[in-house]
């Protein structure tokens, strides 16, 4: 699976920003498991979010949690992170990954994603 990810660039803080990761030619994104990472300079990557198979399979980390969601556009074969409220701390290359599901009823960031999205810049800054 290979993906197209779209939606990075600057805002200042309290601005909203979506973010898109479609899959590219004959890529089918809607039976797989959905992560969203990020990466600031120096610092190690984190687990943002995840949405599983079905769209209420969503899961947040706490420093995220309010202001961004997550959801597919099935017929569109994309996923999108939604963010709001947007702070410095946010400031980062968010990447999407994808995997089978590990589990059936929730997504979990841990575990290895195997495929990976080429990652957009977000920089939020006054």
């Known amino acids: 699976v290979q993906f197209v990810q779209s939606g990075g660039t600057l805002l200042e803080p309290g601005g909203s920003l979506d973010l898109s990761c479609a899959a590219s030619?004959?890529?089918?994104?809607?039976?797989?498991?959905i992560g969203w990472y990020r990466q600031a300079p120096l610092q190690e990557r984190e687990g943002v979010s995840c949405?599983?198979?079905?769209?209420?399979?969503?899961y947040f980390a706490d420093s995220v949690k309010g202001r961004f969601t997550i959801s597919r556009d099935y017929n569109g074969n994309t996923v999108y992170l939604q963010m709001n409220n947007l702070k410095h701390e946010d400031t980062a290359v968010y990447f999407c990954?994808?995997?089978?599901?590990?589990?059936?009823?929730?997504?979990?960031?841990?575990?290895?994603?195997?495929?990976w999205g080429q990652g957009t810049q977000v920089t939020v800054s006054s």
């Open positions: 990954a994808a995997r089978n599901p590990v589990y059936d009823s929730i997504c979990v960031l841990q575990y290895q994603y195997d495929y």
């Open positions: 030619g004959s890529g089918w994104l809607n039976g797989y498991e």
């Open positions: 949405i599983g198979r079905g769209p209420d399979i969503t």
